[in-house]
């Protein structure tokens, strides 16, 4: 199947540092990928899709002065947790969509990573 | 407003058992219907999906039970096993737009 790659895995970063993270479609172009956060034990909340080569369309709720989005090449997105605070902390998740044509779409997900701010 | 419904939130389930896992959703327009199983610390995989012109859809253990009338679909797991223990969500979603999850559901296999 397709691989999305996310990197890091793990990131542990001091208050009020940023954090940029990776999602990298591997085998296909992705025009579009989407972020999504994780609490524990809970569904994906999708944060913002990411669009190659325009702006991202956030959730209501989400600050996009907060979490910055660049879709800067079709298989490359990043996310950029500015100015990182503790309740930041969370398991963040990125998915891009493979068009397969007639079969319709399909979303493949990242490893997510870990993002704890101390 | 929850595009996606599913139920239940937990299953526990012995080893040899059939859990079954059932969503439901409301927007017609949806026409792919995909499940991921998700470990603890890892992102989601794409476990099996199904397309609302076909009521079932087999893979190995995994089944898809659709019903385009009542806009409900299930997921089935046949001779189930501890390492089927996992997270699993239900999702919903239109050709080339964003995907709409279910809440999961906590899966325990007991040896």
């Known amino acids: 199947g397709a691989v999305v790659s996310q990197h890091p895995s793990r990131v542990i970063c001091k208050s009020g540092t940023s954090v940029k993270i990776e999602c990298r479609s591997l085998?296909?172009?992705?025009?579009?990928m989407f972020w999504y956060r994780q609490f524990p034990k809970k569904s994906l909340m999708l944060m913002a899709t990411?669009?190659?080569?325009?702006?991202?369309?956030?959730e209501q709720g989400v600050e996009k002065d907060k979490f910055l989005i660049n879709h800067a090449s079709l298989t490359l997105s990043t996310l950029t947790v500015t100015s990182a605070h503790p309740e930041d902390s969370s398991f963040y998740i990125c998915?891009?969509?493979?068009?397969?044509?007639?079969?319709?779409?399909?979303?493949?997900f990242g490893q997510g990573t870990r993002l704890t701010v101390v | 407003q929850q595009q996606v419904k599913q139920s239940p939130q937990s299953l526990i389930v012995q080893k040899g058992g059939i859990p079954i896992i059932n969503c439901a959703y409301e927007?017609?327009?949806?026409?792919?219907f995909p499940w991921y199983q998700q470990f603890p610390g890892k992102g989601p995989a794409l476990l099996i999906a199904?397309?609302?012109?076909?009521s079932e859809k087999k893979e190995g253990r995994f089944t898809i039970s659709f019903n385009k009338s009542a806009k409900q679909f299930s997921l089935h797991i046949m001779d189930s096993q501890p390492g089927d223990s996992a997270t699993y969500f239900c999702?919903?979603?239109?050709?080339?737009?964003?995907?709409?999850f279910g809440t999961g559901t906590s899966l325990t296999v007991i040896p």
């Open positions: 998915s891009a969509n493979r068009d397969r044509g007639p079969f319709g779409t399909e979303a493949f």
């Open positions: 085998d296909f172009q992705a025009t579009t």
């Open positions: 990411s669009n190659e080569g325009s702006k991202a369309t956030y």
């Open positions: 927007n017609t327009a949806f026409d792919y």
């Open positions: 199904i397309r609302p012109d076909v």
């Open positions: 999702a919903a979603a239109y050709t080339g737009n964003q995907f709409y």
